[in-house]
Nanobody, 119 residues
């Protein structure tokens, strides 16, 4: 089990920046993949960025070159630095953790944090 708590959301003008944080209740070095997703509609949650325990990152095309995901193992925290924000980045952002042990995969979600970008 792992609890995830997001913070850092808010209201920002287009072109501005925000940094989201996701604090985990256990050592993130034991978590295979952590990431950020955003709810873009009632039924759709899309990938924003992920980072593996070895530091390999992956980004949605829409955020490449604007967003950066990073992890601080000492603080058990994953960050999402969001620059050059656009109104279409407005969404509820969720932190995600995936733990794989042998053939079992467990997925955890935080409660999310709202990001609103005004034009």
């Amino acid at each position: 089990q792992v609890q995830l708590v997001e913070s850092g959301g808010g209201l920002v003008q287009a072109g501005g920046s925000l940094r989201l944080s996701c604090a985990a209740s256990k050592s993130i070095s034991s978590i295979n993949t952590m990431g950020w997703y955003r709810q873009v509609s009632e039924n759709k949650r899309e990938l924003v960025a992920t980072i593996t325990s070895s530091g390999i990152t992956n980004y949605a095309d829409s955020v490449k070159a604007r967003f950066t995901i990073s992890r601080d193992n000492a603080k058990n925290t994953v960050f999402l630095q969001m620059n050059m924000l656009k109104p279409e980045d407005t969404a509820h952002y969720y932190c995600n953790a995936v733990i794989r042990i042998l053939l079992r995969e467990s997925t955890y979600w935080g409660q999310g944090t709202q990001v609103t970008v005004s034009s």
